[in-house]
Nanobody, 120 residues
Framework: VQLQAFGGGLVQAGGSLRLSCVAS????????MGWYRQVAGKQRELVAQITSGGSTNYADSVKGRFTISRDSAKNTVYLQMNSLKPEDTAVYYC???????????????WGKGTQVTVSS
């Protein structure tokens, strides 16, 4: 499974950005899809997750401002980020837990990351 993220960039505080991540690869079932972020020198942290059934989970710091969604037909997960703050500045990574339909083995896959910078 390969993940490619789009949509990062520079935005002023209070602005919005939408991240997209497309998963490619056959013979896998994408279970949980999500976004993590990492600031240099700090641990990568969960931002939001969404299951194949549509259940969502958010970090407390983004609740009410970020919305995760997915289009399973397109193997795509989105992160709509509103009311952005300078502390949201980070590299955002797309993640999925995918299960092989051939072996039933699952594992985590990560995209390369996209930079989000929020200026004050």
């Amino acid at each position: 499974v390969q993940l490619q993220a789009f949509g990062g960039g520079l935005v002023q505080a209070g602005g919005s950005l939408r991240l997209s991540c497309v998963a490619s690869g056959s013979l896998f079932r994408l279970n949980v899809m999500g976004w993590y972020r990492q600031v240099a020198g700090k641990q990568r942290e969960l931002v939001a997750q969404i299951t194949s059934g549509g259940s969502t989970n958010y970090a407390d710091s983004v609740k009410g401002r970020f919305t995760i969604s997915r289009d399973s037909a397109k193997n795509t997960v989105y992160l709509q980020m509103n009311s952005l703050k300078p502390e949201d500045t980070a590299v955002y990574y797309c993640n999925t837990y995918a299960v092989s339909v051939a072996t039933y083995k699952g594992m985590d896959y990560w995209g390369k990351g996209t930079q989000v910078t929020v200026s004050s």
